[in-house]
């Protein structure tokens, strides 16, 4: 019996012996090497633990996508203190053993911020606290915070205050900071200790090269340092504990946060909610640069603990009060409304700069037409846009009182697609949406969001995307004047960061947070829209620039069909607006009057001619009254470029009229008048010394005048021809499309000619095009064009989806309109991006002096303005 005893008895003595063991080293090595969390202040926004610092840049710069945010100043700047710290680590690898670096990110007063770097050493390896003092700089002075010392170090020309706690050294650039490290670290308050914080950092992956924790509320608050807009929002999440990982093109971060037992942060709600698909990404515009969405199954659960947050910050009663005015009011009552909803609710922009006239807000309900319904005492009017009513509502923060803050909208608009609600803050923002939805221009529809989509989860609860390539421009001028100065970089070195995202989706007890943030190396946007703007009604001219000297760009000047003008400056904004009596007739042209490089507008109506300053003001003594009433553009003429400029009318008399700038008769003006009808706007030229002015008819009676309107060249062969202009090339040689569906051709010294061309029609569309190396003949034939060489033979031939109207060439290449759509095509085919939507008035210059073409279009009373790439 002993025997037995002694062999069950031997085992577990022996497996004691070496739990007491395994126990007490473990106490010791509990007591010798400290946590360095527990340094850290538990204000912290964010916190980096770098576990492999000796490899940290190493790794870093051997991911693609890093490389690309180097392009960014404070980022390549950051890259440069990361090469020195692995440095740090290698060269001393014996003192730093564990290599593990934590860097925390704090709000440090009321208005600064701070870093604070702490790192485990090894105690054995150095004989003196003062050894790791000399390895970060040159010791200035010492002194004292709450019996610990702190010591001031210069370090390249910056100072560091440097602190310890056991085998941790701390230390920042900020005092403060360091102050703060050394009350936490005997302070009862830690961040292993905060419940939050704890049941998160248990989700880490040892394993994993850097691990981020970040306090969402904190983060906000340390946003708002930098903002000039802050950030009202401060219970909004707590403590999220990732796993960081930069691959080629994508940087992520996957853990966990935990609720809180009670409702105390935002996201709080989500417990017990289901994870739903983001389904809106199938209505709303691809141009969508942010995006706020949440899912949920149950959306009375959502507003009753939404206004337990509201309670909790002595809000709740002047939300009820409001909710109490709706229904007294109106007759319509949101906790019997919100019945109706489930799925999705949410907030977009598809402004690159986030204005408020794009953006939106949406919620999708059960059954449209019910929930419509039950909120018929809030419409107060209705209009309708192709098969889509636009209604108007009174309370213009509808989604925001219904599901909380972080939805705040002033959205009185609103249009029902597929069961979703969606609140615009004009009628026109609708109108856009719509018009890209029918179009299936759709967010789900777009390339590079595909691209990125499949490192989505497919559901969540919470859903934020945003374009850093779109808004990157945006955000930094939000930031402070100090700040956004060293935040440098090129737009076009961003561009291709198509996604930043952070996902919440509820799991039991905690909350997975995927972030990710997206290189799309396949990128290419060949077109790219800038700005929108609604205009009172349709426009029915070519969009006009004229140079604003003021701000050294051009200003886009237009007129609607109800014959108002608008100045639009290079970012959408409009700058006046005046109201005439009738149509401009052709085009605005642009003149320095003064001869002072101050530049104003001329143009003319059927009786009259303008003079207008960038400000939008008559110049003195004007409009005058024409000489003749007139159905033809005005003609603008500087010869030499000295400003001595003439105004050429052709008049209803069938007399052209010359006049100076002040709109006075010019005197030795030789014209003489016939009764052959000019029916264009007069064209000059000059071919050597000479200059030319051609005065076109139907016919070859077409003239080319001298400078003094006497006659210099006539044509004497009667030949009838089309409807369109023609066109002069360097040379002086004039060609126009017969009635017979000829090409004539007309010289300088009077002698003209006729060539027959395959497929070329009476109503053929004809240009030259002479921007390249050799000059080429362009002609279309109903949705069909043909290009030629100088021998006249077809080098390209293609074929359009409809019937040309219009042909243009720019040095981007051929530019084709139809019935509803505009073409830019170049050698190798139609440009990508093409062919967009188009009333086809438009016009195309590099209005702001970035060196990108832009391309200003017309569509439904809209103005677009598309950048286009190189």
């Known amino acids: 019996m002993f025997s037995k005893i002694l062999k069950i008895a031997t085992p577990i003595i022996l497996i004691s012996i070496i739990l007491f063991i395994g126990y007490n080293s473990y106490k010791q090595v509990s007591k010798n090497t400290e946590n360095p969390l527990n340094i850290i202040p538990t204000n912290a926004a964010v916190i980096l633990q770098c576990n492999d610092a000796k490899k940290l840049y190493s790794n870093l710069n051997y991911a693609d996508i890093w490389g690309h945010l180097r392009n960014i100043s404070i980022i390549d700047s950051i890259n440069y203190q990361i090469q020195e710290i692995s440095s740090f680590y290698n060269q001393n690898s014996l003192i730093f053993k564990s290599h593990t670096l934590f860097i925390s990110f704090h709000k440090v007063g009321a208005n600064n911020s701070g870093l604070l770097f702490t790192s485990n050493f090894e105690r054995k390896a150095i004989a003196s606290n003062t050894e790791i003092n000399a390895l970060l700089g040159n010791l200035v002075k010492e002194g004292e915070y709450n019996n610990?010392?702190?010591?001031?170090?210069?370090?390249?020309?910056?100072?560091?205050?440097?602190?310890?706690?056991?085998?941790?050294?701390?230390?920042?650039?900020?005092?403060?900071?360091?102050?703060?490290?050394i009350r936490a670290s005997v302070a009862e308050d830690k961040l292993l200790l905060n419940p939050s914080f704890n049941s998160a950092y248990k989700t880490i992956s040892k394993s994993a090269e850097i691990n981020l924790f970040f306090n969402y509320n904190y983060l906000i608050k340390y946003t708002n340092i930098f903002t000039n807009k802050p950030i009202i929002n401060s219970?909004?999440?707590?403590?999220?504990?990732?796993?960081?990982?930069?691959?080629?093109?994508?940087?992520?971060?996957?853990?966990?946060?935990?609720?809180?037992?009670?409702?105390?942060?935002?996201?709080?709600?989500?417990?017990?909610?289901?994870?739903?698909?983001?389904?809106?990404?199938n209505i709303i515009p691809e141009n969508t640069s942010l995006l706020l969405s949440i899912g949920f199954n149950n959306a009375k659960q959502l507003l009753d603990q939404k206004n337990k947050i509201l309670q909790q910050q002595n809000n709740f009663w002047s939300w009820d009060k409001h909710r109490k005015l709706v229904r007294d009011s109106s007759n319509v009552n949101y906790n019997e409304f919100i019945n109706e909803l489930q799925g999705e609710v949410g907030i977009f922009n598809t402004s690159a700069t986030q204005s408020d006239q794009q953006q939106y807000a949406f919620f999708k309900s059960k059954n449209s037409i019910t929930a419509s319904s039950l909120i018929q005492g809030l419409i107060t009017d209705r209009r309708s846009y192709g098969q889509y009513s636009i209604n108007k509502i009174r309370d213009a923060n509808i989604t925001a009182q219904l599901f909380g803050d972080i939805f705040n909208s002033t959205t009185p608009y609103f249009i029902t697609i597929e069961d979703y609600f969606i609140f615009g803050s004009t009628i026109a923002s609708l109108e856009h949406l719509i018009d890209n939805y029918t179009s299936e221009n759709t967010l789900s529809n777009n390339l590079h969001f595909n691209n990125y989509n499949s490192y989505l989860s497919s559901k969540s609860n919470l859903f934020f995307y945003i374009n850093p390539g779109k808004t990157a421009v945006s955000l930094k001028d939000n930031l402070q004047t100090s700040y956004g100065k060293n935040l440098n970089f090129s737009i076009d070195s961003l561009e291709k960061f198509t996604a930043f995202s952070v996902q919440m989706t509820s799991k039991k007890d905690l909350l997975l947070n995927n972030i990710n943030l997206f290189y799309d190396t396949d990128f290419k946007e060949a077109i790219k829209e800038e700005w929108f703007i609604k205009l009172d009604t349709n426009i029915s001219m070519h969009p006009q620039f004229i140079y604003n000297h003021f701000t050294k760009e051009k200003m886009i000047v237009v007129q609607n069909n109800d014959h108002k003008v608008f100045a639009i400056n290079t970012k959408g904004k409009v700058l006046w607006n005046i109201q005439l009596d009738s149509k401009i007739l052709g085009g605005i042209s642009s003149i320095d009057a003064y001869k002072n490089s101050k530049y104003q507008c001329l143009f003319n109506t059927e009786s009259k001619l303008y003079l207008i300053d960038r400000n939008g003001k008559n110049v003195d003594g004007f409009p005058i009254l024409l000489p003749c009433k007139t159905k033809?553009?005005?003609?603008?003429?500087?010869?030499?470029?000295?400003?001595?400029?003439?105004?050429l009318i052709v008049g209803d008399d069938n007399n052209i009229y010359n006049l100076d700038k002040k709109g006075k008769e010019i005197k030795g003006w030789r014209y003489k008048k016939n009764n052959k009808r000019i029916n264009r706007k007069l064209q000059t030229f000059r071919v050597g010394n000479k200059d030319y002015i051609l005065a076109q008819r139907k016919n070859n009676n077409t003239q080319l005048l001298a400078i003094n309107g006497s006659e210099r060249v006539k044509f004497e062969k009667e030949i009838q021809f089309n409807e369109n202009s023609i066109s002069i090339d360097k040379n002086g040689t004039l060609y126009a499309i017969t009635n017979e569906g000829k090409l004539w051709r007309g010289t300088l010294d009077g002698n003209s000619s006729q060539l027959t061309l395959p497929n070329l029609t009476t109503k053929s569309l004809f240009a030259i095009d002479e921007t390249g190396e050799e000059k080429q003949f362009i002609y279309t034939n109903n949705n069909m064009v043909f290009i030629?060489?100088?021998?006249?033979?077809?080098?390209?031939?293609?074929?359009?989806?409809?019937?040309?109207?219009?042909?243009?060439?720019?040095?981007?290449?051929?530019?084709?309109?139809?019935?509803?759509?505009?073409?830019?095509?170049?050698t190798d085919g139609v440009v990508e991006g093409f062919p967009i939507t188009s009333d086809g008035y438009f016009n195309i210059a590099d209005i702001d002096n970035n060196g990108k073409t832009n391309l200003i279009n017309t569509k439904n009373g809209f103005i677009y303005n598309y950048e286009l790439a190189d």
């Open 148 to 181: 610990q010392p702190i010591f001031e170090l210069q370090h390249k020309g910056y100072l560091l205050f440097v602190s310890f706690k056991g085998d941790i050294v701390f230390f920042s650039e900020n005092k403060m900071l360091v102050e703060d490290a």
């Open 235 to 281: 219970d909004f999440s707590g403590w999220t504990a990732t796993d960081l990982s930069i691959k080629k093109k994508i940087i992520t971060a996957n853990g966990f946060s935990a609720f809180n037992n009670s409702i105390i942060n935002y996201t709080d709600i989500f417990n017990n909610q289901k994870a739903e698909s983001i389904n809106i990404v």
């Open 632 to 647: 033809v553009s005005h003609s603008l003429f500087d010869y030499n470029n000295t400003r001595k400029y003439r105004i």
């Open 788 to 826: 030629l060489n100088t021998n006249f033979e077809t080098i390209h031939s293609f074929e359009l989806n409809n019937n040309i109207t219009n042909l243009e060439i720019n040095n981007r290449g051929l530019i084709f309109t139809n019935v509803n759509e505009l073409y830019l095509w170049n």
